[in-house]
Every structure is written in C-alpha cells, then in structure tokens.
C-alpha cells in the first residue's frame, strides 16, 4: 500500500497557483528557515544538514552535508547551484524553478551562510526560460526584502547570487562541464584528479556544488531540524524524494513521497501517484533513474525507492526519473533512441564516447529502420564493452566523466531482457511493430 | 560605434560587472546578442569579444559548442519537438513529422517566408506534457495535431506574441538588485569571513 500521507517539504505549496510570488511565500512561511539559521553559528547550520543525511539530489547521490565538511578545513570561494537538468525524463528541478523560485533562493542564501560564502550561481538550463525568469524575479524580491545582498536580515552576513543561464548542452550537468561553461568556455569535464570542485572549482578555486532540489530543501531541514528530516525514510535514504514518472503511464508527473517507504509497483500503479498502464497493458520494463541508469523489468516492481535498494540490484536511483514502457513499446526503438541522445550530446573530448556513441547508435538505426545483421546484437556488445569494459554497474571508466560509461546501460539492458526482439528486427528486415 | 543597441550595449556591460571574471559573461552576452540580432552575427560575436577579453575566434568556437546558438539567421519562431524517450513513447516522432508538414519546412530547416525554423530537441524536461513542445524556449503544452495546428495559426496571426517573444529573446526580467560593488569589496569581505572563521576554529580547538 502506497504511503502518500508524508507531507511535501519541496512541493508544499503544489496547489497554490502564484505559490512563485514573494508574498505567496511569506505567508506560507516563507524565508524563516534563513531568519532562524542567521541566528545560529554557521557550524551549526552545517551540522543539521549533516544530521538529515540529505542525499544530493541531482544524480550522483552524494551527502551534502559531507560535501560541505570535506570544505570546512580550507576557505570555499563559491557556492555553485546545479540547475543544467538534462538527464533524459528528469523533470523536477523544472517544476521547483517555475513553481518554487524562492524556496530555491532561501536555500541557496542559507547554504552560502553556512559555508560563509559571499558570492554564489544558480546556473539554470537555458530551455527553462520561465525558469530563468522566475528565478531572476525571485532573486530580485530578496534583495528588495533584505533576504539577499547586502547585510541580510541585518545579521552582517552579505552574499551575492547571479542567475546564469546555460545554452543547450546536456554535458553541462556534469559538474565541472558546468563550472567551464560558468567561465565562459565549451562545456568540457575536467580531468579528474582533482575529484572535487572543492578542492578545484571555478577559476581554481574551492566551490561546492549542490543540485536545485538539494538547496531546496534546506529552508525546512533548518526550520525543522535536521533530525526530523533524518527520521523519514530509512537507511541511507532519508527525507521525502521528488519522483519524475513518465512513459507508458496514465498519471505522469513529479510526485515527492517519502524514501523507501513506497515501491515501484507503489509509484507507478498506485491510483493516487502513477495510475499504472493505459488500457490495461502490460509493463514490460522500466528505467529507475534516468536514461543512464540500467533498466529493470516486472521482477524489480516489488523494491523499495530507495538508493542503496536499487544500486544493491545493478542500477541506481539517480536523478529519480522512472520511466515505464510496455507491451507496446518498441525497445530496440527506445534503446535506439536513447543512444541516439548520448551520441549527440557527447562533447567529444574521448576516443570511446565520441566515436562509440556513433557507431552503436548507426548500428541500432539499422536494426530498427532496415538491414540489420544477426551479429549486430553481438558487435553491440562488444562495442559497448569497449566504451565500458566488462560491461558492469557501476561502470568501469574509460573517459573523463560518466557521459561514456553511461552509453551501454539502455542497450545492455535491452539486449539482455529481449534478445528475441533484435533477431526479429533482424528477421523482419526493420521494425516489426511498424 | 557598437554593434550592440546602446540599451543592449548597457544590458552586456551590467552583465559583464556580475562576474569575478568578465569571461564568465560569455554565454549570458551572447544570448543577448541573438536578442538583438536573432542569430549571431560576426558582428556580434566581435562586439562579445570586446566586453569578455576573448578573441572573435574563441567566441565562435564555444558559442558553436552549444545548441541554442545559432550561427546562421532562423526563423522569428524556433519550434523544437522532443523526441527522446519519454516524449517517443508519447508518439513524438509523429508530432514531429506533422509539425515538418504543417510548417512546410524539414528538420533543422526555416520555412520559405522566414517565420518558422523547426528542431528536433532532445529532452525538454517536460515529460508529463508529452510530447513536449517549445516555441522560442517557451513550453505551449500542444501534444495533438490540432493543437500543433492551433498554435502556428496563432503565432502567424501574432496572437502569442504577448508570452513568445521572438527568437533569441530570453529572459525578459532584469536583474535590478545585487551587490553592484567591485569584485575587491567582496574579496575583502571574503577574507574577514576567512579570518572570522579561523579565529572560532581556533578557539574551538581551545576549548577541545
């Protein structure tokens, strides 16, 4: 039985229609979490975080609160807000700057107090022109409100935020792509040592980066302490988690449960989240975290949404976008398709992901649009091999960031879920469901 | 003389005075200069140049690295399908190729009376609309053929003009606070928070 009765941190003001305006927010209580961290030592507003366990949100899954006490030892230049969201059927960080801008800026202000930052980003997807807008509205009413600037809330602690918009590059999310995009360069990952921005961030300097959902959950972890957080959810996993369904589902949409408490069979079948599959299909497979993620298949219904349950299986929960696909989906279309992205989107820095993305992505056109060969299936693995050598989760690393490894997670899963479904490619000379 | 509109021209040079670095100004001034000139022209991209410190040749070689900088003129109207996965199993494809029939142009073309250039997008982050549709970067919620249709009569008729500026156009609210000091203000502040922190870290090491 799904548990859905866990009230929103993030979506809380899901129902109010200007819940994006400043006085919306004040009266919903708005901005008391940084009136109240102000009052406290910058420590100690480190601390609840730590106390919540708060997982990043954006996809790698990292404590944020860690990530900030691996800085504490040395001064941090910046604080960088990751809002490039891109990974295919996320969605969430969309509906937070569009539905929430100022619960994204509390966040950000008490993030920058805790780490006595006075200069900070929020990079922002260059599609999300409302976005953009809202945000840099957002950040216009906290300065007229003291919230943001100068001496804010009369506490002497000063910070600056500018909004910067990307342009169109799914690289960019990954974090030190960001940081050369926020210098003004090609979106290139950087070559890793060093491991973290903080230790190397932007122009050189020490920087944390954390994701929208992340620093927008930091105003109630304040306000309410980073125990209460802690005590939702289970294991690692702790506090509510915003969703992203979408495919072959009745009810698409974000819905923010809490961890571990709900299933996937929960999520996608239950009336009051995903609604199940339309016109009585079956579900063939779904994705548990964005297209890079290995999919799972009808046996994995029963796992709870939870990061080690699905990592523990040989996938991840990542940026917590569950895709559904069902018995009238194609899946070499779909496996296609992904990899078609992926090879789009590779910045072409390494020999493996520029060039293997191509040559599997061809080798999968054929197979689905005509003159598919029987041993394609097997120079697919091979190929994906090479980008990824033994073919595992996590996947071993040939390039500078996980854009490559993360190429062979549709076709691997594909191919070995519904072989049959390539050979009859193969068979019918180009797509059967056609 | 510049290339830029003196109220373009003053929007970039705020811009450029946000950053610790005028280079970091590159991608938010170059949108502005598709603002103004709905693609980028040479002419802008020398003018970026200027204000960042960079070379017209390192301009071009990262506005060419993303994909909404567009080098050559397109259409008042932008139109970009999504095809990736969620909006594929919405039939995105087929929206995608009613959209090339009803704007009489291929994918990644311009249509002959230079109103519409049509793109097939990758995820828009829009995957319970599907399939997600934007015009100029701005989502229009039209999953259907007929609200496809809809839509580009309306945009003909400039009945949207009020929410979908024309191409380039992106963020129309601007920045009207902020810490408009010198990046050696903030510097200073900076190192007292420095030798602030340090002071309590010591004492906290005292008292441990």
Redesign the interface.
Known sequence: MAVVDTPPIVTARRDLADSYTLARYLETGGYQGLRKALTL???AVAAEVDAASLLGRGGAGFPAGRKWSMLRKS?I?YLVVNGD???????K??YLVERDPHQLVEGVVIAAYAL????AFIFL??????G??RV??A??E???HGA???NIFGSGF?V???????????ICGEETALLE???????FPRIKPPYFPAVTGL?GEPTVVNNVETMSNLPWIVLNGGAAFAALGGGRSTGTRMF?????VNR???YEIEMVKNTFRDLIFDDRLGGGVPDGHELRAF?PGG?SAPWFGPEHLDMVLGQDEVGAAGSMLGSG?I???DDT?CVV??AW??TK?FS??S?GQCTPCREGSGWVERILYRLEHGGGRTEDVDVLLDLCDNISPGLNWPPQQTTICVLGPSIPSSITSAISRFRDDFYAHVQHGSCPHE | MTHFRSDIRQRAEELVS????R??????L??LAQEQDGYLTDAGMAEVAEL?G?TPAEVR??AA?????HLEPVGRYVVGVC????C???GGEDLLEHARRTLGCEVGHTSADGLFTLEET???????I?PAV?V????VRATTPEELDRLVEDLRAGRRDHDIPPHGT??????????RVGTAE?AE??AQ??A??AA?EAAATEAS
Not at chain 1, 244 to 248: E, I, K, N, W
């Open positions: 030592h910058p420590e001064p230049s969201e891109s990974e295919p059927a996320t969605f960080d969309h006595q930052v006075t200069q997807r260059g599609e999300f022109a409302l953009l807008e840099q509205q950040v216009n906290a300065y007229e943001l600037g100068r000063s600056d935020l500018v909004v910067h918009p990307g342009a169109g590059a799914y995009a926020l210098e003004g360069k090609r979106g122009y992203a369904l979408s495919g072959r698409p949409g974000v994705i297209v976008s895709v559904v696909m989906t279309r779909a398709r992904i992205f789009r989107e910045c | 946000l950053y610790p670095r280079r970091s100004a590159m991608l938010p170059l949108h960042t960079t070689g990262t690295f993303y994909d909404m900088f095809t990736n996965i969620a594929l199993l919405a990758e995820c828009l982050a829009d995957c319970n599907a934007q100029n970067h701005r989502y992106l963020i129309r609210v601007r920045r009207s606070g902020g810490l903030l502040e900076r928070a420095r602030a922190r309590r």
